[in-house]
């Protein structure tokens, strides 16, 4: 069936969905914790029907995204909906607060600027910390604590200003430091925040703690989240968020790509109808090597082959990988896992053709989108 569709084309499945959603739902249900699903990540809207029924809402990093998740999530199914940005236009803050019910700020000035006008609109607001602890190691442009960050508020600063009387009004606070990570980084984490900032949490509402869990991994601790929101919920008096993007959407997801050609300079080059800088950019940007369906490490099967894209990018190689039969012309190639920061991030540098999106709900395949000329010359 899947194989009369036109290349590329994004496929999400509807099943992969769920299972995920029924781990996070398990978590909401032993914690009483409020999990949202990180817009960034994931934004197709046409699963947020679905997404309704077992998360708490949505989060957003700026006007778009919080009207998204306003449009299709927070109105129609009654659920939450919160916002943070490094900095705030000035002229999208009265549309946030009408939005969204929890903005959270990245620094003491924006907070203050703005908390008259989100209290006057009913929104809770918070300020965004930096805990100042790195847990993780070789992904520096995802490291909110690495030196320079200009992401949140470090432990001085903050005091400094709670003591002085300023924050008055202040509901919550924010921190985001994990990518990708397992609940003992969580819990390093905690332990730092608790120390430099268990004071002032006695006197909030809520406590975000990001996103970066990736609680839907086969290897993910639950049971140590579980027990580490209990404490957090308990010792403190406060509403706990989780804003996961990853783990909403983790492995629900294909890019299916063809072959077009195959050319040789010193290896085999099969060149794709998808591409990494168009329709993955993360794998140049992170980067990584996606999971090819069938495929093995370069050298380990039989025929190995750079897969790599149209484009004029020289460096628009997607990895090496190897199969049991030589690649033809016209092959399809299932990328695995590329429901997250793909449709979010695919663009039409070199004209590319924005990659179809589908649905698998059962047997049943569902075209939600496809692109073509207009969309590319509409956007210059
Ligand atoms: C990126 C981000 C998230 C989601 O992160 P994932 O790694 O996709 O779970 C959540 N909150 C903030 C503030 C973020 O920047």
Request: hydrophobic residues 35%; charged residues 25%; contains cysteine.
């Amino acid at each position: 069936m899947a194989a009369v569709l036109k290349t590329p084309y994004f496929l999400v499945d509807e099943d992969d969905l769920i299972h995920n959603l029924e781990i996070l739902k398990r978590v909401q249900d032993e914690t009483g914790c409020h999990i949202l699903l990180a817009q960034k990540c994931f934004s197709m809207y046409s699963t947020y029907p679905l997404l309704a029924k077992y998360l708490a809402g949505t989060t957003a990093s700026g006007l778009y995204e919080a009207k998204l998740g306003y449009r299709y999530m927070a109105q129609p199914f009654g659920k939450e909906n919160h916002v943070y940005a490094a900095a705030y236009l000035p002229e999208d803050l009265p549309y946030l607060a009408g939005y969204c019910d929890h903005i959270s700020f990245n620094s003491v000035n924006q907070w203050l600027t703005y908390k008259e006008l989100c209290q006057e609109a009913g929104v809770s607001t918070g300020i965004r910390i930096n805990p100042e602890i790195s847990t993780q190691e070789g992904h520096e442009i995802y490291d909110p604590c690495a030196k320079y960050s200009r992401m949140g508020v470090r432990k001085e600063e903050f005091l400094s200003a709670y003591q002085r009387g300023l924050l008055e009004g202040l509901k919550g606070i924010h921190f985001h430091t994990l990518c990708e990570q397992n609940s003992d980084a969580l819990e390093q984490t905690l332990e730092v925040v608790e120390k430099n900032f268990g004071e002032v949490l006695k006197h909030m509402d809520w406590v975000n703690f990001g996103g970066g869990h990736h609680i839907t991994r086969a290897d993910y601790d639950l049971d140590r989240l579980i027990s580490l929101i209990k404490h957090v919920k308990d010792c403190y008096q406060v509403e706990v968020y989780l804003e996961p993007g990853e783990a909403v959407a983790l492995n629900a997801g294909y890019l299916e790509a063809s072959v077009l050609d195959i050319v040789e300079n010193d290896k085999q080059i099969a060149i794709l109808d998808t591409s990494a800088a168009c329709h993955m950019p993360d794998v140049l940007e992170m980067p990584y090597r996606p999971e090819v369906l069938g495929a093995g490490e370069e050298g380990e099967k039989k025929y190995s082959y750079l897969l790599a894209g149209p484009t004029c990018l020289s460096g628009d190689v997607i990895g090496g990988y190897s199969f049991d039969r030589p690649l033809k012309v016209g092959d399809r190639l299932t990328f695995l896992d590329m429901a997250i920061y793909s449709m979010v991030k695919t663009n039409t540098f070199n004209g590319m053709k924005l990659p179809a999106i589908y649905y698998r709900k059962g047997k049943e395949i569902k075209k939600i989108k496809s692109f073509d000329y207009e969309d590319f010359e509409r956007r210059l």
